[in-house]
Structures are given as structure tokens and as C-alpha cells.
């Protein structure tokens, strides 16, 4: 706000750039590949659940935010990709490849009602992916902290109560970094303009760490 009255000229004044604001950084909540395919392949009795699970799950696979899902239409969908105008970077022709996961959600709402893909409100489809975890047992404890001023706040959540819409890109980025997609092209597909933010993600390669670390254990050597 200072910034933008200066620059109209309401103040000259330039104390408030001496002020520096801390991000308090904070857990980046996405599933595993397991996760993710247990959820997937896992078939509803709910109508309303089975496509919430669809559409979050096309989520997963594209990197896709909801608003930009929200408003496929068919003329957007081609063979092997999705060429389509994001809402919030307001970036035009923008191709996101399609997996065979993505190429299956779609095939199933060809010639429904539903085509290209079901029409879900934020909201709702927060409640019913929820509802969808829930089914599935998803109940180990999660804890976030945070921070009001310098006092430092826990809080205790089951993991199917932090799954939302926005957990979907995250999913995206987190296991397509996991699995070995090259950065620049994932940050591409995915139109991540700001670096920072996007760094978040990759510390979570940590999980790979391990991975990694093992195959020391595939040594073979001597002791004395």
C-alpha cells in the first residue's frame, strides 16, 4: 500500500522501504504416488465422490488449477496435450502434455453430460475430496506449525481433513519432481512464475535422499 501511494504521489516518503517482511516457512501438504493411486483406482458408490475424485485427480496429473479445469471446454483438448489461456497468469496458448492417467479421466466423460471433464465449485469439491479421504482411511495425524507474531502455534489435523483443491497442483509438482522431470520444464508445464515459491517444492526431493543413500547398502565388501 505504501508503494502504491507513493508511486501516486500521496506521500514522499521512503522510510517504509526499510521495513522487511519474514515468510514463515510452512509444510507443502501433497500425496505420495501411492497415495495418489490408491485414491485413483479406488471406485466410489457416490456419484458425486466418484467425480470429485476425477476432477482432483486430473489435477494431479496436469499440475491444472481448479479455475483453469473448472473452465476446460473440448476446443482446448487435443490428442496428446491441452492448449488453453490460464486464468490467473492470464498467459495465452499455454501447453500442458497429457499422461495417460490425464488422456483416461478424460476418456471416461467423452459423450456424458460431464464432457470434457465435471463442473465442480471450489468449495464443494474441497468437502467431497475430503469425504473421498476420509472413505479411504487416510487418518494419520498431521502437524503444521505456525506462527502469530513470535509465539509459535501447533495444531493436529488428520490427513484427510488438509486434503483441498490446491493440494492437487501440489501433488503434481512434488511427485513429478520425485520421479526425476527435469525442473525447468516442470516449473514450464506448470507457468510457476514466482522461483521462490516454487523452491518449496524441491526440498521435498529429500525423499529421494534416502533413495539414493541405499545404494551403499548394495555393497558387498569384507570385514575384518
Given at each position: 500500500?505504501?508503494?502504491?501511494?507513493?508511486?501516486?504521489?500521496?506521500?514522499?516518503?521512503?522510510e517504509?522501504?526499510?521495513?522487511?517482511?519474514?515468510?514463515?516457512?510452512?509444510?507443502?501438504?501433497?500425496?505420495?504416488?501411492?497415495?495418489?493411486?490408491?485414491?485413483?483406482?479406488?471406485?466410489?458408490?457416490?456419484?458425486?465422490?466418484?467425480?470429485?475424485?476425477?476432477?482432483?485427480?486430473?489435477?494431479c496429473?496436469?499440475?491444472?488449477?481448479?479455475?483453469?479445469?473448472?473452465?476446460?471446454?473440448?476446443?482446448?483438448?487435443?490428442?496428446?496435450?491441452?492448449?488453453l489461456?490460464?486464468?490467473?497468469?492470464?498467459?495465452?496458448?499455454?501447453?500442458?502434455?497429457?499422461?495417460?492417467?490425464?488422456?483416461?479421466?478424460?476418456?471416461k466423460?467423452?459423450?456424458?453430460?460431464?464432457?470434457?471433464?465435471?463442473?465442480?465449485y471450489?468449495?464443494?469439491l474441497?468437502?467431497?475430496?475430503?469425504?473421498?479421504?476420509?472413505?479411504?482411511?487416510?487418518?494419520?495425524?498431521?502437524?503444521?506449525v505456525?506462527?502469530?507474531?513470535?509465539e509459535?502455534?501447533?495444531?493436529?489435523?488428520?490427513?484427510?481433513?488438509?486434503?483441498?483443491?490446491?493440494?492437487?497442483?501440489?501433488?503434481?509438482?512434488?511427485?513429478?519432481?520425485?520421479?526425476?522431470?527435469?525442473?525447468?520444464?516442470?516449473?514450464n508445464?506448470?507457468?510457476?512464475?514466482?522461483?521462490?515459491?516454487?523452491?518449496?517444492?524441491?526440498k521435498?526431493?529429500?525423499?529421494?535422499?534416502?533413495?539414493?543413500?541405499?545404494?551403499w547398502n548394495?555393497v558387498?565388501?569384507?570385514?575384518k
Amino acid at each position: 500500500f505504501m508503494q502504491w501511494s507513493f508511486d501516486r504521489q500521496y506521500h514522499n516518503s521512503i522510510e517504509f522501504k526499510r521495513i522487511k517482511r519474514t515468510e514463515d516457512e510452512i509444510e507443502v501438504i501433497y500425496l505420495s504416488m501411492d497415495e495418489l493411486m490408491e485414491l485413483y483406482n479406488h471406485k466410489f458408490n457416490n456419484k458425486s465422490m466418484e467425480r470429485a475424485k476425477d476432477f482432483f485427480c486430473f489435477g494431479c496429473f496436469t499440475g491444472l488449477r481448479h479455475s483453469d479445469i473448472y473452465n476446460l471446454d473440448n476446443a482446448n483438448i487435443y490428442d496428446d496435450y491441452i492448449n488453453l489461456s490460464l486464468i490467473k497468469t492470464k498467459t495465452n496458448d499455454h501447453i500442458i502434455p497429457l499422461n495417460d492417467f490425464a488422456k483416461a479421466i478424460l476418456e471416461k466423460y467423452k459423450n456424458t453430460i460431464y464432457n470434457p471433464i465435471p463442473k465442480i465449485y471450489s468449495q464443494k469439491l474441497n468437502k467431497k475430496i475430503q469425504d473421498c479421504c476420509e472413505e479411504l482411511e487416510w487418518l494419520d495425524e498431521v502437524k503444521l506449525v505456525r506462527y502469530i507474531g513470535t509465539e509459535r502455534v501447533n495444531k493436529t489435523f488428520q490427513k484427510y481433513q488438509l486434503i483441498t483443491s490446491h493440494v492437487a497442483r501440489k501433488t503434481f509438482i512434488t511427485n513429478g519432481l520425485i520421479l526425476g522431470m527435469n525442473e525447468r520444464v516442470l516449473r514450464n508445464i506448470t507457468n510457476s512464475k514466482d522461483e521462490k515459491s516454487f523452491r518449496r517444492y524441491v526440498k521435498i526431493e529429500e525423499v529421494q535422499k534416502q533413495k539414493e543413500m541405499d545404494i551403499w547398502n548394495t555393497v558387498k565388501y569384507k570385514t575384518k
